[in-house]
């Protein structure tokens, strides 16, 4: 049992691969001498040297796609695409290469790339900075998307998604960097949700991120003597959503929450699936709170856009007036679906 | 559009400027010698390379010949681009890596892939066909320039594994890759080309030059080869008679051996033309002259190693033989062509991942049932 931040055990759980498999590669802008924008990679290139840690032309497609010769060439690459918003020049890579060549292959190439992304908002930054492209790749068949929400599973989960054969989009709370937490001695199980925190009046959904935010706010709702069961998805791709399913099936209330827009984000998903397996349990509609649809918005004005306690707590209060959620809902800056 | 923004000229034949391409071997059959490029092989070895231009030409008009059947939903000629394929390809050690494009019957030929491999994708049976490993040749990407990136990616695994600069034929290796004019546009190109600058990688770009991205011609007249791409990143860069077998061959050798020693990346313009269609799904004679056309056919690469081997003996028992088993190669394309299997369903679920997901598991027994389902009352 060790406290670090999440940076801190990220970079922990690399130095582990790398020692472990000598197959194991890292690779990215400024992930060498700099150790990474957010110094995630610190002291890795010192340690592995130049030709396992390696620094990079700036170029995201040719960071993926040269992974993809690596992997064929019996690597295990490790790569890094510096912030959110750069990854598309690399999503053709990633969609059309990565994902596919062991379908296109029978089945005999594997592709065993982790594509790290530090990713969502909230940390003041300028444009492309603060996006949350996950659904993007959850939508993609052949890739499998992590999201670490805590120092433990961002240490183990990096370990695990290096030794997957399956390419894996690792999503990495980059606001959540700093905070400090236990990192126990075993992982949990890869492709599992977890509950973080019991109860039995209404259930948070989320992930990422947004996991400390609910957690907040389950701690607010409980001063008001309302217990709140947080889940935490952890794995975006494939979803495990039998945890959700049992916690919904006892309080029949739920709110999905995530940062990224709601549009056809993993809340979509998340809520269709709900209403298909849990439909005789629900007191109220499935709600939702999530970014707008626009574009992630400059810096001063990201507090209304990130969901925080208050916009949850509102939308769980609507589930507990299900009469008057639907008129509700396009007023409330929550929403009910 | 405004005049100044086109780019469909049509580059006029008499434009090519032919001083500049390595050449051993004259349109009209001559042998001649270069200050950069030599070819020492026997006679078996010339009839080796035209028997491998002769099966390739062969491959490729069955495959045309079973679209136009309607056994194929589409197929990308190669006719024309026999020597550039095969010559490089030739050059190449078995383990080497080659990263072709979706026209390189020559290469996925010389490199061993059964030609009814090729059928798959373009009956609409497979995605892909072959496991990359098994032959030293990957599959072909379907976006452009893809695969430039993939082949700078193995080039610096091999460099990882120190594969290279052992003066060991049986311990250093290269890495080949094949793109067309077309992709010279795309940025992957331009970022593989500074990935393997960059990193000095053991990787040779061979640029098909045929002239068409389709129907855009290069852009030649008023710009710059394609070889002088190369300058920019700081490589090498020859350009080849693509129609001349043995130029191709023996440039090939030497940036292949360059790229063994560790010396890093070379570009090559090979020069020669499509003579087909780009897929059997346009029409040339849209965008092309016919003066053009038979410019090129005048330098057919087959053609002129023939004339080569008629000047420098008699092969009438090799070439008839040749014959023989070019037909033979013929018909067991066209019965394997019928004989490839439909898509098994459950297998396009299996090979999603390598350890499959639950989600994905239901889907499948679903869809299995379904069918099953539909079978059993179609049988009443």
Not at chain 1, 199 to 211: F, I, K, S
Request: aromatic share 6%; charged share 25%; proline share 6%.
């Amino acid at each position: 049992m060790t406290r670090m931040s999440i940076a801190a055990a990220l970079n922990a759980g690399l130095r582990k691969a790398l020692e472990a498999d000598r197959h194991v590669m890292l690779m990215g802008e400024d992930i060498g001498r700099l150790g990474g924008v957010f110094r995630v990679t610190d002291g890795l290139q010192k340690d592995f040297g130049p030709a396992r840690v390696i620094d990079t032309p700036l170029a995201e497609s040719a960071i993926v796609g040269t992974a993809v010769g690596l992997a064929m060439r019996g690597y295990r690459p490790v790569v890094e695409i510096q912030f959110d918003g750069f990854v598309y020049p690399a999503y053709d890579q990633i969609v059309n290469q990565v994902a596919r060549l062991h379908s296109r292959s029978g089945g005999t190439q594997r592709m065993p790339i982790v594509i790290r992304i530090p990713y969502g908002g909230g940390i003041g930054a300028i444009e492309h900075h603060s996006e949350s492209p996950e659904a993007q790749f959850v939508m993609t068949p052949g890739l499998k998307v992590l999201a670490p929400s805590s120092p433990h599973d961002a240490y183990w989960m990096v370990q695990q998604a290096v030794a997957s054969d399956d390419p894996i989009v690792l999503m990495e709370p980059k606001r959540r960097y700093w905070e400090t937490g236990e990192v126990g001695d075993d992982p949990d199980p890869l492709w599992s949700s977890q509950v973080r925190r019991p109860g039995g009046d209404a259930t948070l959904v989320t992930y990422g991120p947004m996991v400390a935010t609910c957690l907040a706010a389950a701690e607010a709702a409980a001063a008001e003597d309302r217990e709140i069961e947080v889940v935490d998805l952890r794995t975006l791709s494939p979803l495990d959503l039998a945890p959700v399913v049992a916690s919904v099936r006892r309080t029949g209330r739920v709110v999905v929450v995530h940062e990224a827009q709601r549009t056809l984000g993993l809340g979509a998903e998340v809520a269709a699936r709900i209403t298909e397996q849990c439909f005789f349990h629900l007191e109220a509609p499935v709600g939702r709170v999530t970014g707008y649809d626009i574009h992630y918005p400059p810096s001063r004005a990201e507090e209304h856009f990130l969901p925080d306690v208050d916009r949850i707590l509102d939308a769980v209060d609507a589930t507990f007036d299900a009469a008057g959620a639907e008129l509700a809902s396009s007023e409330r800056p929550g929403g009910i679906a | 559009m405004h005049p100044s923004l086109s780019t469909t000229a049509s580059p006029a034949a008499a434009a090519f400027d032919e001083s500049d391409l390595v050449r051993l071997l004259t349109p009209d059959g001559r042998r001649v010698e270069h200050p950069d490029a030599a070819w020492s092989g026997s006679e078996d070895d010339l009839l080796a390379l035209h028997r491998d231009m002769v099966l390739t030409r062969r491959i490729d008009t069955e495959g045309y010949a079973l679209q136009r059947h309607g056994e194929l939903g589409l197929w990308p000629p190669s006719l024309g681009q026999e020597a550039v394929q095969v010559g490089t390809a030739r050059a190449l050690r078995p383990h080497d890596m080659a990263f072709p494009t979706y026209r390189d019957h020559g290469v996925t030929w010389v490199r061993g892939v059964p030609p009814e491999r090729l059928l798959g994708l373009y009956r609409g049976s497979e995605q892909g066909g072959w496991d990359p490993a098994e032959h030293g040749v990957a599959l072909p990407a379907i976006i452009i320039g893809a695969q430039t990136l993939h082949a700078a990616g193995y080039a610096m695994g091999v460099l990882m594994d120190e594969a290279v600069g052992h003066d060991d034929a049986a311990k250093d290796a290269a890495v080949a890759v094949y793109l067309g004019d077309g992709a010279t546009s795309q940025g992957d190109t331009l970022e593989a080309l500074s990935w393997a600058a960059s990193f000095t990688l053991p990787v040779v770009f061979v640029i098909e030059n045929n002239q068409y991205a389709i129907s855009t011609p290069t852009n030649r007249p008023g710009g710059v080869p394609l070889v002088r791409r190369a300058d920019g990143f700081g490589i090498p860069g020859v350009r080849v008679d693509g129609n001349d077998v043995l130029a191709c061959r023996a440039v090939m050798e030497t940036a292949l051996q360059r790229a063994r020693d560790g010396r890093g990346p070379t570009l090559i313009e090979a020069v020669t033309f499509r003579r087909g269609a780009h897929t059997t799904s346009d029409d040339p004679t849209r965008y092309r002259e016919s003066a053009e056309e038979e410019y090129w056919e005048a330098r057919d690469p087959i053609a002129r190693v023939r004339a080569l081997l008629d000047a420098t003996g008699s092969h009438a028992e090799a070439l008839a033989a040749l014959d023989a088993e070019a037909d033979a190669l013929g018909e067991h394309l066209r019965a394997a062509c019928r004989a490839v299997p439909d898509p098994d369903l459950a297998d396009l679920f299996d090979r999603m991942y390598v350890e499959s997901t639950p989600e994905l598991q239901e889907q499948r027994e679903a869809v299995l049932a379904w069918r099953a389902l539909g079978d059993e009352e179609a049988a009443r």
